[in-house]
């Protein structure tokens, strides 16, 4: 309105179009060279965000899993994650995070693929806690090593 113009810049619209960083270099390169064995897989906790496909850090990974929260954002983000993985011909799953009851099922439908969603975290305020002191889990949970064991098996397939 009245001549003011919204333009946004250093946006990723599409895989591999991003900046060269020195640390996205580095850790494309390394993730391009590994040479594991058949038992063997590597995670790798990407930060938030779709940055690392700009750089073209995905280009070298079997699969791509997301962290879903349950924000607006992180759902909306889901479909771009989605397309971009697609584009570079990479399987993309989701892990919804800190489900509840009344948060389940606008996550499922704002994700729009169910079979591609392999964990549902629910809320849980000792992991919350944790999480929020920077603290490492002291106690076992059986989502966390279903999650495990399904990263386990798909990798199996891959």
């Known amino acids: 309105?009245?001549?003011?113009?919204?333009?946004?810049?250093?946006?990723?619209?599409?895989?591999?179009?991003?900046?060269?960083?020195?640390?996205?270099?580095?850790?494309?390169e390394m993730l391009s060279h590994l040479e594991l064995k058949a038992d063997e897989f590597v995670i790798t906790d990407m930060e938030a965000g779709i940055e690392h496909f700009g750089r073209g850090v995905d280009n070298s990974v079997?699969?791509?899993?997301?962290?879903?929260?349950?924000?607006?954002?992180?759902?909306?983000?889901?479909?771009?994650?989605?397309?971009?993985?697609?584009?570079i011909k990479k399987p993309v799953y989701f892990c919804l995070n800190r489900?509840?009851?009344?948060?389940?099922?606008?996550?499922?439908?704002?994700?729009?693929?169910?079979?591609?969603?392999?964990c549902q975290m629910p809320m849980n305020g000792t992991i919350l806690r944790a999480g929020l002191k920077g603290e490492e889990l002291q106690d076992s949970y059986d989502e966390i090593q279903r999650l495990a064991d399904l990263l386990i098996k798909k990798n199996m397939e891959i």
């Open 1 to 28: 309105k009245d001549g003011v113009m919204l333009m946004a810049s250093g946006k990723i619209h599409e895989a591999n179009e991003g900046c060269a960083c020195t640390m996205g270099s580095i850790l494309k």
């Open 62 to 87: 079997d699969m791509i899993m997301m962290i879903v929260d349950p924000s607006f954002e992180s759902l909306r983000l889901s479909t771009k994650i989605r397309e971009l993985g697609d584009s």
């Open 99 to 118: 489900t509840t009851e009344e948060s389940i099922a606008t996550m499922l439908d704002m994700v729009n693929d169910r079979d591609k969603v392999i």
